[in-house]
T-cell receptor, first 113, second 111 residues
């Protein structure tokens, strides 16, 4: 595709439910990042993939959060037993080489009620 | 560990004037990149400018320039001839492996 695509754009879920957020990066980009952004704050790093493997998952807040990228392209961020504090915009970005910019998707706005 | 510090929560500038947005970084890596992104109220993240740690010259992209002072670990963004459309959040970021962002500066351009 032309850019990074994130689906859904909006997700409302009840507390305690399971959600999956999808990121389709730019074709050929090996690096993929997930961030969480609350209103008025900077993007908070969650996890970084290089190819299929998670190169750094130090930003995942707890074991309710998990992400996969099985074929080195599309990635899914999975959140179990959602809590109201998980409400935020989840951003995905991808990049090719080290010294080039990361391109961002439009984000998924998650609201836990 | 990588860290970005942006000490200016908000900045105001008159239209057509220049403004400097501050950014300091901390990394133990010798090779790294520095980035600036703009986020308007629409929420999209727009890449502005990149500086590599081994680049000797300051990066420039149109009205944007990055004032890179390696010894001070400083990577300030200079916007010349501000326009009303420059009003947005601005984020500084560094990457050696993962890409880490600062908390941002909200820039308001007054007519």
């Amino acid at each position: 595709g032309a850019g990074v695509s994130q689906t859904p754009s909006n997700k409302v879920t009840e507390k305690g439910k399971y959600v999956e957020l999808r990121c389709d990066p730019i074709s050929g980009h090996t690096a993929l990042y997930w961030y969480r952004q609350s209103l008025g704050q900077g993007p908070e790093f969650l996890i970084y993939f290089q190819g299929t493997g998670a190169a750094d998952d130090s930003g995942l807040p707890n074991d309710r959060f998990f992400a996969v990228r099985p074929e080195g392209s599309v990635s899914t961020l999975k959140i179990q037993r959602t809590e109201r504090g998980d409400s935020a915009v989840y951003l995905c970005a991808s990049s090719s080489e080290f010294n080039t910019e990361a391109f961002f998707g439009q984000g998924t706005r998650l609201t836990v009620v | 560990a990588q860290k970005i510090t942006q000490t200016q929560p908000g900045m105001f500038v008159q239209e057509k004037e220049a403004v400097t947005l501050d950014c300091t970084y901390d990394t133990s890596d010798q090779s790294y990149g520095l980035f600036w992104y703009k986020q308007p109220s629409s929420g999209e993240m727009i890449f502005l400018i990149y500086q590599g740690s081994y680049d000797e010259q300051n990066a420039t992209e149109g009205r944007y320039s990055l004032n890179f002072q390696k010894a001070r670990k400083s990577a300030n963004l200079v916007i010349s001839a501000s326009q009303l459309g420059d009003s947005a959040m601005y984020f500084c970021a560094t990457r050696s492996e993962k890409l880490v962002f600062g908390k941002g500066t909200k820039l308001t351009v007054n007519p």
